[in-house]
């Protein structure tokens, strides 16, 4: 409707908490913007009163109220604010369990709460509107390490060791800017707990909107017929909505069927309209990670069943190429999850997708276990307009994981760093942020 921000207005409320349940005193932040309020099509389109309103979800955030304090900080609603600029810029809806990688104390303070975990606000149920349903999503304040522990096993996992400790966050997870210690640190044996989880569960971080670009190296430069790479051409093909759909249904979902994983075939539903907002604040969103859940994981499968067939169904216009050779780029935090997505999730048979934050193109690292790949192993490298998939059998993703050991530490990574299978015809270059801030790197 017009102004620099997304959302119409935030509403804060002094929460009393719960001494019965041990919460403390806090502010309460309640977004309103994301979901339709109008219901005439000029920021949100209508999809009926069982569809999602908007986006199908508002942001919440709970603050511990500080001694003496008599209004809340406002620095909370420029947080939202920035959430929500990432939200309309890449269409990408947040869910349960997903986290946001900040990299910069929430408050602009010396904090350790310099990421966030998104969970069901424990207050605010979903509600039925005029204009569809909307869901309230709670941001969570967490430090470095318990994003880790979110991205190697599972945000929900998290969420509830979180919980556990009131200093943490508690039953409510109210958000304490003064928090020195992560829970691992309170409590050792919470790191015993998540590495038990990352040995039995694996990872089901399913992918993650991240800085990352692809080359099709066997395709002479000259050849203009095709898009390369979404950084080396001035006007790239984009994704047709069909793709950019199934995209987002790879980043939602982890999509497990019985026991195979499948990729989903693709959905006519449209994607919601782009805002094109932009801001600083919304820049120091790094990652943001999709993981899936129980109550998605049903979701799916129930819309699986009803399709004829679990395979991909190529937009007529674009056709499905295989490539000989490939070169993937990543900025280095989407660098450090490539060991994390080979060994939680396709060595568990599973899939994982970046999708660029920046534009269009998408790279899906895919196991021979998962149904539904345009790649295969025969042809294991297939590229789809800007979307690229890449099959990787067990023996060479072992050899991948040994190469890129020292990712797992990336202050000792000096960039840009380069990494070469000529075998395999596959390289990988880790940049700095800076190769990704123009459109011709």
Not at 142 to 154: D, F, I, M, Y
Not at 313 to 323: A, S
Request: aromatic share 8%.
């Amino acid at each position: 409707l017009g102004g620099p921000d997304p959302l119409d207005y935030i509403s804060m409320y002094r929460n009393p908490g719960s001494p019965t349940q041990d919460v403390p005193e806090h502010w309460h932040y309640v977004s309103f913007g994301l979901s339709d309020l109008y219901g005439d099509n000029r920021v949100h389109e209508f999809t009926g009163l069982e569809g999602p309103s908007g986006f199908g979800f508002e942001l919440t955030f709970r603050l511990r109220r500080e001694t003496g304090e008599t209004a809340p900080p406002t620095w909370p609603a420029e947080l939202m604010q920035g959430l929500a600029r990432y939200v309309f810029q890449s269409e990408n809806t947040l869910c349960s369990g997903d986290h946001v990688s900040w990299h910069s104390p929430l408050d602009n303070s010396e904090s350790r709460i310099q990421h966030m975990l998104l969970t069901e606000d424990p207050q605010l149920q979903p509600v039925h509107t005029p204009f569809g349903t909307v869901a309230f999503l709670q941001i969570v304040g967490v430090c470095t390490e318990e994003l880790q522990a979110a991205q190697q096993w599972n945000g929900q996992g998290i969420l509830e060791l979180l919980r556990t400790v009131p200093v943490a966050g508690g039953s409510w997870l109210i958000t304490d800017m003064r928090r020195g210690e992560t829970i691992f640190e309170t409590d050792p044996h919470l790191q015993e707990r998540v590495d038990k989880g990352i040995e039995t569960d694996g990872s089901n971080l399913s992918g993650v909107s991240a800085k990352c670009a692809w080359v099709d190296l066997s395709r002479p430069p000259e050849d203009e017929e095709d898009s390369r790479s979404i950084y080396l051409e001035m006007q790239p093909r984009r994704l047709s909505d069909k793709d950019t759909e199934q995209i987002r249904e790879v980043l939602r979902r982890g999509l497990e069927m019985n026991t195979k994983p499948i990729l989903p075939p693709i959905s006519s539903q449209k994607p919601q309209q782009q805002n094109g907002m932009n801001h600083d604040r919304a820049s120091l969103v790094q990652s943001v990670g999709h993981f899936q859940s129980k109550q998605t994981e049903r979701t799916r499968k129930d819309s699986l069943e009803s399709e004829s067939s679990a395979a991909i169904v190529p937009h007529e216009l674009i056709r499905t190429r295989q490539l000989e050779s490939v070169h993937l780029k990543f900025n280095q935090e989407s660098g450090t999850l490539i060991p994390l997505s080979l060994r939680g999730r396709l060595l568990h048979g599973r899939h994982f997708t970046y999708k660029s934050i920046t534009g269009d193109t998408a790279i899906t690292f895919v196991s021979t276990g998962v149904e539904g790949a345009f790649a295969t192993e025969e042809h294991p490298y297939a590229a789809h307009g800007p979307w690229l998939q890449i099959l990787l059998n067990e023996e060479f993703v072992e050899k991948m994981l040994e190469d890129l050991e020292d990712l797992t530490s990336p202050k000792e990574v000096k960039l840009p760093k380069e990494y070469s299978w000529p075998e395999k015809k596959l390289k990988i270059t880790i940049l700095p942020e800076s190769a990704f801030d123009s459109p011709l790197q």
